[in-house]
């Protein structure tokens, strides 16, 4: 599952990238040709629970990729009408969610003063606009083919939204229609997190009312951090980091909330397997079956799926060990539908 990192140049996403990611990527106002991919792994105490209590050989937590991609200039931005650089959009359409930084602090390397509202409906606006030209240029090739009608009603339907200025994550489409144009890949159809880069001095502050009640009516879960302090502390042993920390009036590092808000963005959650070999997240799309989920184990298990053996977690850790759990019936057996929950620790049983 891949997250991208989008925002207009300057606003910070590369520092926020190597944040995130630990790389030591480039930053600075670089070129569209190029996007940095780091994978992240997901915090989760749960495994290292886990691991205390099985004293596993290894532990692995869940993964995302995150792709850094060059931003726009705000100023050629809005003077454009032709959409997002296609070689920005490319990169894009490749990701599955997207994280908008929005500069919340002043730069001498810019003449705009940071205005967080106006960047948030800026970018709206040129994800939508791209949206449209895709939409317009579809419907034009349409006229041309008999047996187009549903696809027409449909993206009409979409052009609609967007000339009213609704984003197409707005809509409330079918899993059918998602269907009809998922080829598409439409930029304002994916999900999208705001991730507003401030200042160090206001790293603990919360956004401002106003920017809280734009992210609010778009419906956008809203995180803050100060990507230049959040770089600095992902460089510090963890006893300094924690010092660090504390002088910022901040409890855990904004990494980890966004590395978890940008995990649940992607509709995703974590299922967990337990054992003296290893201890291990596995992400998986929320309302997957047991025998799918199984998949993700391995193919062999998901092919001779028999059942699956489910505690939750917080009871394993309370009964201390499966057996307990057994003799307390806090172990389940669940069928091949059984629908996984997050915090599951499943051992899966099967033949081949």
């Known amino acids: 599952m891949k997250v991208g990192i989008v925002g207009f140049a300057g606003s910070g996403k590369t520092t926020i990238f190597n944040a995130m990611t630990g790389l030591a990527a480039e930053t600075g106002f670089g070129s569209r040709e190029r996007a940095n991919v780091g994978v992240i792994k997901v915090p989760d105490a749960r495994v290292d629970q886990l691991a205390e209590l099985y004293n596993p050989k290894k532990k692995t937590y869940a993964e995302v990729s995150f792709v850094d991609v060059a931003g726009p200039d705000l100023d050629t931005a809005e003077r454009a009408e032709t959409g997002l650089d296609q070689k920005l959009v490319q990169h894009m359409r490749e990701v599955d969610a997207l994280v908008h930084i929005v500069r919340a602090f002043e730069s001498p390397l810019l003449v705009r003063p940071a205005d967080a509202r106006a960047d948030i409906g800026a970018f709206d606006d040129e994800m939508m606009l791209t949206d449209l030209l895709q939409i317009e240029n579809r419907q034009a090739r349409l006229k041309k083919e008999k047996d187009s009608a549903r696809e027409q009603d449909l993206l009409s339907r979409l052009k609609a939204a967007i000339e009213s200025e609704q984003p197409l994550r707005s809509l409330d489409l079918s899993p059918e229609e998602l269907g009809v144009i998922a080829g598409f890949r439409f930029l304002s159809l994916k999900p999208l997190l705001l991730l507003l880069n401030v200042a160090e001095e206001n790293a603990a502050a919360g956004p401002s009312p106003e920017t809280t009640e734009l992210a609010a009516s778009k419906q956008l879960s809203l995180i803050t951090m100060c990507g230049k302090a959040e770089m600095d502390i992902a460089e510090l042993a963890p006893d300094e980091q924690r010092e ?18 940008a995990y649940a963005l992607l509709d995703l959650i974590s299922f967990l397997t337990a054992g003296e070999d290893e201890c291990r997240a596995w992400p998986i799309r929320q309302g997957t079956i047991a025998q799918k989920a199984a998949g993700k184990v391995h193919s062999d298990i998901e092919r001779g799926f028999i059942r699956a053996e489910v505690v939750r977690f917080e009871d394993l850790i309370a009964c201390r060990g499966i057996g307990a759990c057994r003799e307390q019936g806090k172990l389940r057996l669940e069928g091949k539908e059984y629908v996984v929950q997050d915090g599951d620790v499943i051992n899966f049983r099967f033949n081949v």
């Open 244 to 261: 660090f920390l504390q002088d910022l009036g901040l409890a855990e590092p904004a990494r980890d909330r966004f590395i978890r808000a």
